[in-house]
């Protein structure tokens, strides 16, 4: 039992300490919600909501997508809740002799041999997560990283001092039910033979040893540092977006009240991306699949979410004082991040996809971009031959609108102004319509859907383009006059579905539109074809069986969860799909997506170069994708890589030529 004196400075301490925490929890709070209006409602779906925490906090569930780090860590995750009881215990104790939150029967002598397991199993997490970060030290953490060093000692020192607490009180004599303890137990062989003012010692020493190592955590969340995500991930987590993960958010540009679009300063970031911000354990999954970090280039996923962490934390006292608005306070874009970092996203959402606490990333970029185009008219160059081109000739390269349907000539494609209505809406895109490559994926489609005798018919010279890499490049303006005229135009014809080719197509269509009003039935044709061929409308019957190396388009893949339609196809179609090394939902980026596609790529190695490489290495002798984006810059990749062999082409185009 503590003596007066000691309990007396106990009570300071845990004053003094819970005085501090409550001050930097409030002002982490106001910091958050100082931030700017959410677009989102963050509240909807709460049993979805709930679910889905449960699966990320308790499960683990992105954690664990690295197994061995996954095991150590939810050990420590599972410790923290199960130790809940043993902290309250242990501070209610020196004030409420003999106090157990859980009674004094059977439920609380489970408890202790509960435990006492845990504080060896968290012991075990600690020393495996140790020895990843300080002895093999995997580029994606930081180093060296002293705080995480103090975290680990605080937490086992925690564990330990709890054991060796319980194991000189059942050494002393002193612990009621020593049999329930299995782990302190043990321990208190080693202290036979002691003393027992030395037995009373260490029980005092380990019992402030545990309260402190306590209090000395939770400094460490509030100071903040990274362990923060302890309280702001799972809240995070809770509030993540429900919109489609491809929808960017809609900016209401015709508001006359605003002075300014997009983001310049960190107090225009939403109260949701500062909650980001500071939920960020800094990990570096983020960057592990990223395709900027892997080239080399300026744009470093978990570089730019510390780095605008850190100047929020900084400029706070600013912002809290209102002093920001009269200052200014630093601009993001060319100040805190690198202007190159700003414009060398693709949008893949590799970062999106793989990080533990849900940290929106794409969204903080655009949101940048979209102050940079719309209040500065500061963007790379040749974007804006793009932007003129989409405006005038409604599509990025500038050909002749009427041209649109060429591609069709003499392949007897109906159109809807002619028809009026059709089943099936050929939403052909433009790298269908103008591209050599996307009009062999068009042609091939016409040839698919006309074996399937699917009643059909396309837009022609009414189609237009979706301005979707425009709105990535931070040009909504552009991108929402597109939007208008294509759901005006749509609104004109029935049908009853739109079929497309591009998985950028799809998204806009598909996610985007139900925010301007406009719901469609959307299918992407690697699905398309699958449901022919379940139908039995479609018989392939050419089969090779040769190997074709399948490359997943970013905005198919993690923006739309679609990985095996395309490879269903290809089965289909008698070729066996092989997969590079990064697939599927880890798979790498071509470089073409966030409007890349029409920007040089000047700094570090080029992705389209490494990713036709790792397709390369399928040994396959031929590749397949699903996204004209996707084939031109892999064509592009493989033809400078010398490996010009392995040709590229899209699933339609093998789904049509097994039609024989
Ligand atoms: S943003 Fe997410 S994935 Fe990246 S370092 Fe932070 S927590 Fe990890
Ligand atoms: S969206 Fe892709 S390119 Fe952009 S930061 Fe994330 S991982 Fe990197």
């Not at 050419?542 to 679609?562: K, M, P, Q």
Request: aromatic share 8%; charged share 20%.
């Amino acid at each position: 039992m503590p003596t007066l004196p000691e309990k007396i400075v106990f009570a300071l301490v845990v004053l003094g300490a819970a005085a501090w925490f409550a001050r930097r929890a409030v002002f982490l709070t106001r910091l958050v919600r100082a931030g700017a209006p959410d677009p989102d409602t963050r509240i909807d779906r709460p049993l979805r909501r709930a679910a889905s925490v449960m699966a990320d906090v308790l499960g683990q569930r992105r954690v664990f997508r690295k197994p061995l780090v996954g095991a150590f860590h939810i050990l420590i995750v599972w410790g923290f809740f199960v130790f809940a009881v043993n902290t309250i215990n242990h501070f209610a104790g020196p004030f409420l002799p003999g106090f157990n939150l859980l009674g004094h029967g059977a439920l609380a002598r489970w408890y202790a041999a509960t435990a006492d397991v845990f504080a060896v199993l968290i012991i075990a997490g600690v020393l495996g997560l140790a020895f990843r970060r300080h002895v093999l030290r995997p580029a994606s953490l930081t180093r060296p990283s002293v705080e995480s060093a103090f975290v680990f000692a605080f937490i086992g020192g925690a564990m330990a001092a709890y054991l060796l607490d319980y194991a000189a009180h059942i050494a002393l004599g002193l612990e009621a039910d020593p049999g329930s303890h299995v782990v302190s137990a043990a321990l208190a062989s080693v202290f036979t033979g002691l003393d027992e003012t030395v037995l009373h010692l260490v029980a005092r020493a380990t019992w402030w040893l545990d309260a402190l190592a306590h209090l000395a955590l939770v400094a460490l969340l509030f100071i903040p540092t990274k362990h923060l995500h302890l309280l702001a991930g799972p809240v995070n987590l809770l509030l993540r977006r429900t919109r489609p993960r491809g929808a960017l958010s809609v900016m209401d540009l015709e508001d006359e009240a605003a002075e300014s679009f997009g983001v310049a300063k960190v107090q225009e970031f939403t109260w949701k991306q500062n909650l980001d911000l500071l939920a960020c354990i800094e990990c570096g999954r983020c960057q592990d699949f990223c395709p900027t970090h892997r080239t080399g280039k300026a744009l470093h996923p978990k570089q730019l979410i510390v780095d605008l962490k850190h100047h929020l934390l900084r400029e706070g006292p600013r912002i809290l004082a209102g002093k920001e608005a009269e200052e200014g306070g630093a601009a993001l874009a060319g100040g805190v991040v690198d202007t190159e970092a700003v414009w060398a996203c693709t949008t893949c959402a590799a970062c999106v996809e793989h990080c533990p606490m849900g940290i929106e990333h794409i969204d903080k970029l655009v949101d940048l971009r979209r102050h940079q185009v719309l209040m500065e008219a500061s963007f790379p160059e040749q974007a804006d031959g793009a932007f003129r081109n989409m405006e005038t000739a409604g599509n990025p390269w500038g050909f002749a609108p009427s041209a649109r349907a060429a591609w069709a000539d003499g392949l007897d494609v109906p159109l809807i102004s002619a028809k009026g209505r059709a089943e099936v809406l050929f939403w052909v895109g433009c790298a269908g319509s103008y591209d050599d490559r996307g009009k062999r994926t068009s042609t091939a489609m016409v040839k698919i859907l006309k074996a399937a005798g699917v009643d059909f018919a396309i837009l022609g010279p009414e189609e237009r383009c979706t301005c979707e890499s425009a709105r990535r490049l931070g040009n909504e303006y552009l991108y929402q006059s597109a939007t208008r005229e294509i759901i005006e135009t749509l609104g004109r014809y029935s049908f009853d579905r739109i079929l497309v080719t591009c998985p950028h197509c799809l998204n806009t269509l598909a996610n985007e539109y139900p925010a301007f009003g406009a719901t469609y039935r959307v299918t992407h044709h690697a699905e398309f074809i699958g449901e022919l061929i379940d139908s039995g409308k479609l018989t392939p019957k050419a089969r090779t069986g040769n190997a074709v190396a399948v490359h997943d388009s970013c905005y198919l893949a993690r923006h739309n969860g679609i990985t095996e339609a395309p490879r269903r196809v290809l089965e289909a179609a008698g070729r066996r799909p092989a997969d590079p090394a990064a697939s599927g939902l880890k798979g790498l980026c071509c470089g073409a997506g966030g409007g890349r596609m029409w920007l040089e790529e000047t700094a570090g190695e080029r992705i389209n170069r490494v990713r036709a490489a790792e397709l390369a290495a399928t040994g396959a002798g031929a590749a397949a994708t699903a996204c004209p984006f996707c084939a031109t810059m892999l064509a592009d990749g493989l033809k400078a890589n010398d490996r010009g062999d392995v040709e590229i082409r899209d699933i339609a185009e093998y789904a049509a030529d097994s039609l024989g």
